[in-house]
């Protein structure tokens, strides 16, 4: 199916809804140039991706470092064409979370676009005679995919995700990384079509690991071959030497992805750079040791190969040969110029944090996107509560839906936790959730994520102006994600320890609770009726899917059965349910991300029963906790 027409049976939300369902694919300026008394309304989303990206060049031994671009905050993926005469980049100039790609002169000047859409289009690679241009885009199917476009005469060519070149239906298929050979008639790349949706540990997490083998392709779309993959091991961002013999790329455990991509694995999740002869796959060299992360080799001659080493003492540019490595903490992406004497590579920072209330690109012109905190929720009379974990220590604040009268209502420092894991979003209050009064705020006090297996948590209450704060489960075992029942009665939550697992529901008036669930449950949110329960569920498959539960225990009844995770939902006011999900697949290579858990994480939504699952976002970051705003 053609992808706006596709997008087209989104349709458009009422005014009641949470999200809205509009056309994605219209090209649009910043959401903030339009004001918000134009539009239907805000949608409020949290987003985790770096807030700063800036391209550098340098010497190869790091001397005469300068900015490339002058006028971009947020550019990255840069290569200069083998000729010397163009700059591509992707940007994200026409709004947080939109990537289009550019050109310019190597100088930084006359910047211009050259492909610009509403999908995700990124990792551009121009064919040595300056004529196609190699890229990868969610275009026609959400699914990252090798692209082609003619230069001249402005043809695109979809290369993979077709017709014979296309993996088996449910199971990863997205394509990453073109590379061209020196003589254009081949493109490498890497894929993990065909492979499994795993976790991390073993398969037991919800966060997915990537294992990808190097293909080949013609630009006339024939002859896919596999240049060489390894079961159990994740090969990535293939580039060939420059007689056009040998193929070198990274390589590394499908497990080290979950690690490469979350600083704290330092030492334990580790790459080697390998190269392989590009005919047969074989003839194998590792060309490296030792456990740093090594990433996104690149041939500066036929025998000597540069890379990027992330995270760690030794982060920065290295080389295989006796070249002196350069230290050069948090840049990404290294390029080095066909001429031998330059290295373009991206600096990324997740400071200064995505302020809150910040306008995002919006994939739908008559809503305004907006950045917010962690677990936003409305009260019934328009004040939004959230959790600070991005912008703060895990505390609780309300504030107006334009952002107004902002203030803290819970501090969780002194509350008894540990002050080392509240700073890093390990341990606070979490969730909170309005009684359909508007008089109390509930929520969980204690340890979250990784902590719960082993720490406490306790649901606790507190009024808006922040008097009343008081204690409603006895902390004994980690309680917390509380929803309210659309008569303020019971609340819903999930347990987690040891011994007990599940949803539990506790009622106001007698303190008594009941058990709905025994699991791997999380996550309840009570439906605006009343009559159901949404919340994610662990199945003994390792799959995560959503399911929904009447309040008396009976009639469990599954949303989602694809085999990547999906989870995190929420009901919207009409009674759809908004989740995240990965069945789209990652936008790029796991290992090249930056301290994000889900980067391929998007949107969806759907009716109560599961049907009419539509994706809401395609950027290329990890996005999640919908909330719509209405504009009155």
Same mark, same amino acid.
């Given at each position: 199916?053609? &992808? ?8 458009t ?8 369902f ?15 008394a134009?539009?239907?309304g ?14 550098y ?8 470092e300068?900015?490339?671009?002058l ?9 200069? %064409?083998?000729?010397g005469?163009?700059?591509?980049f ?12 550019? &050109?310019?002169r ?20 121009? %064919? ?9 885009s969610t275009?026609?199917?959400y ?26 239906d ?9 590379a061209w050979?020196?003589d254009?008639?081949?493109?490498a790349?890497?894929?993990?079509r ?5 976790g ?10 990537q ?13 896919? &071959? ?9 090969l990535?961002s ?26 704290n694995?330092?030492?334990?999740a ?7 002869d ?24 036929d025998?000597?190969i ?7 003492p ?5 080389y ?13 992406a ?6 031998g004497?330059?290295v ?37 009379d328009?004040?939004?509560?959230f ?14 839906g ?27 209050a ?7 009064d508007?008089q ?7 340890y ?12 606790w ?27 303020g ?20 008036e007698?303190? &008594? ?13 009570w ?14 498959d ?5 399911y ?5 225990? %009976?009639?469990?009844?599954r949303?989602?059965d ?5 989870g ?7 009674g ?7 069945r ?28 009419n ?12 906790m ?6 009155h």
């Amino acid at each position: 199916m053609d &992808r706006r027409k596709s997008l087209r049976l989104l349709g458009t939300a009422a005014i009641a809804a949470q999200m809205p369902f509009a056309t994605l694919a219209r090209a649009q300026a910043q959401a903030a140039t339009a004001p918000a008394a134009s539009k239907k309304g805000v949608m409020l989303m949290n987003r985790i991706a770096p807030s700063v990206s800036q391209l550098y060049i340098a010497n190869l031994d790091g001397s005469n470092e300068r900015k490339l671009l002058l006028d971009g905050d947020f550019d990255y993926n840069a290569s200069l %064409s083998s000729n010397g005469e163009w700059l591509l980049f992707t940007s994200e100039r026409r709004g947080d979370g939109q990537s289009d790609i550019y &050109r310019a002169r190597p100088d930084g000047t006359g910047v211009s676009p050259v492909v610009v859409d509403d999908s995700m289009d990124d990792a551009a690679a121009l %064919s040595p005679d300056g004529r196609l241009l190699a890229f990868v885009s969610t275009r026609n199917g959400y699914r990252a995919n090798i692209w082609l476009k003619d230069l001249y005469s402005g043809r695109l060519t979809q290369l993979t995700g077709i017709g014979e070149v296309r993996g088996q239906d449910g199971k990863p298929d997205c394509y990453f990384r073109p590379a061209w050979s020196a003589d254009g008639q081949w493109i490498a790349f890497s894929s993990d079509r065909n492979t499994e949706w795993t976790g991390h540990d073993q398969g037991q997490g919800w966060e997915h690991t990537q294992e990808l083998a190097i293909y080949a392709i013609k630009p006339d779309g024939t002859g896919l &071959r596999k240049i060489v993959g390894k079961p159990g091991y994740c090969l990535g961002s293939p580039k060939w030497s420059p007689d056009g013999k040998r193929i070198v790329f990274y390589e590394m455990t499908v497990e080290a992805t979950w690690g490469a991509r979350r600083p704290n694995y330092i030492g334990k999740a580790y790459s080697q750079i390998v190269s392989v002869d590009a005919a047969t796959g074989g003839d194998r060299v590792e060309h490296t040791t030792g456990t740093d992360l090594k990433l996104q080799p690149q041939y500066l001659s036929d025998t000597e190969i540069g890379y990027l080493i992330k995270y760690g003492p030794n982060e920065g540019l290295a080389y295989t040969s006796g070249r002196a490595p350069v230290r050069q903490p948090f840049a990404r992406a290294p390029s080095w110029t066909a001429d031998g004497k330059s290295v373009i590579y991206e600096k990324v920072s997740f400071k200064p944090i995505r302020p809150l209330m910040k306008p995002l690109f919006s994939w739908d012109p008559d809503f305004e996107y907006r950045h917010i905190d962690v677990y936003p929720l409305m009260s019934r009379d328009g004040w939004i509560a959230f959790t600070d974990k991005q912008l703060g220590n895990s505390s609780l604040w309300i504030m107006r839906g334009d952002g107004s009268q902002r203030r803290k209502v819970f501090e969780s420092s002194g509350q008894g936790l540990d002050e080392a894991k509240v700073r890093v979003g390990l341990a606070g209050a979490f969730q909170p959730c309005w009684s359909p009064d508007g008089q109390w705020l509930t929520f969980g006090l204690g340890y979250w994520f990784f902590e719960r297996n082993t720490m406490a948590a306790a649901l606790w209450r507190v009024r808006p102006d922040g008097s009343g704060a008081e204690q409603l489960t006895d902390g004994v075992v980690n309680a917390g994600f509380p929803s309210y029942s659309g008569d303020g009665k019971e609340i819903a939550y999930r347990v987690w320890g040891k011994e007990e697992r599940g949803l539990r529901i506790l009622n106001l008036e007698t303190r &008594r609770i009941r058990v709905l669930t025994n699991g791997q449950d999380n996550m309840p949110g009570w439906s605006p009726d009343g009559k159901r329960i949404v919340f994610t569920r662990k199945r003994d498959d390792s799959n995560y899917d959503i399911y929904t539960i009447r309040p008396d225990g %009976s009639d469990l009844y599954r949303c989602t059965d694809h085999g990547s995770s999906d989870g995190h939902a929420v009901w919207a006011a009409d009674g759809r349910i908004l989740w995240s999900g990965s069945r789209h697949g990652f936008r790029d290579e796991a290992a090249l991300y930056e301290q994000t858990f889900q980067q391929y994480g998007q949107i969806y939504v759907m009716d109560a029963d599961g049907r009419n699952k539509r994706i809401l976002t395609d950027s290329k970051w990890e996005d999640s906790m919908p909330l719509f705003v209405p504009s009155h």
